[in-house]
């Protein structure tokens, strides 16, 4: 049950919406790389050693979504880099042409 409410509502009580095929929270911003080195987990208690393993879950889901984001942004710049590139070469054919003839009258 906590879980499912866990999945409903972050900590910031914002309910969760759909963005880019990952759910997150409206106020939530993509992590950073600090945060991930600086998180911290809390251990679980009464009986059981280890840390939260629905909390872990949690943070994993983020970092893979954030880096799904990421390499789908860069696949999209690397695209953009690539029509870039071919519109220049063109560009220059067409001067290199255009000065040779000049040159030539």
């Known amino acids: 049950m906590r879980a499912l409410l866990r999945w409903l509502f972050r900590r910031d009580g914002h309910p969760l919406r759909r963005l880019e095929s990952a759910y997150r929270s409206a106020k939530r911003r993509p ?27 949690e943070f ?26 071919d519109a220049l070469r063109r560009w220059q054919s067409h001067q290199v042409s255009t000065a040779y003839e000049l040159a030539r009258r």
Do not use: C, H, W
């Open 31 to 57: 992590l950073m790389p600090s945060q991930v080195r600086l998180r911290r987990f809390t251990p679980v208690g009464f009986g059981r050693r280890g840390i939260d393993p629905d909390e872990v879950t």
């Open 60 to 85: 994993l889901d983020q970092v893979a979504a954030d880096l799904a984001r990421a390499y789908a942004e860069l696949a999209g710049v690397r695209e953009q880099n690539a029509r870039i590139k």
